[in-house]
């Protein structure tokens, strides 16, 4: 039923740049908060960013305060993460969330690999 399909991953030298996206279709997009997860092997998912379903409003973990930002287009449907100085850490698996508080729905995306390495 609900589609969240993301793409944008890939190698990535340490202080490069990837731009990931997450289309979304199938339900009704400008109503949810999106968000961007990730999980790295042996750890559990943590999150990365939020933004809300007008794009008002945006939160980001401690650890990728200034090289992050999430951003979304409604008229596209589709939610995106800008990532700039990458570092090692950040290789992870990373999964694009769709919720709505009203009526607690909650969908995830399939995962997009991300992989910093020199």
């Known amino acids: 039923q609900v589609q969240l399909v993301p793409s944008g991953g890939g190698l990535v030298q340490p202080g490069g740049s990837l731009r990931l996206s997450c289309a979304a279709s199938?339900?009704?997009?400008?109503?949810?908060?999106m968000s961007w997860y990730r999980q790295a092997p042996g750890k559990e998912r943590e999150f990365v960013a939020r933004?809300?379903?007008?794009?008002?409003?945006?939160n980001y973990a401690d650890s990728v305060k200034g090289r992050f930002t999430i951003s979304r287009d409604n008229a596209k449907n589709t939610v995106y993460l800008q990532m700039n100085n990458l570092k090692p850490e950040d290789t992870a698996m990373y999964y694009c969330?769709?919720?709505?508080?009203?009526?607690?729905?909650?969908?995830w995306g399939q995962g997009t690999q991300v992989t910093v390495s020199s």
């Open positions: 933004i809300t379903n007008a794009g008002g409003s945006t």
């Open positions: 969330r769709a919720y709505r508080s009203t009526d607690a729905r909650n969908y």
């Open positions: 199938r339900f009704t997009f400008s109503t949810y908060t």
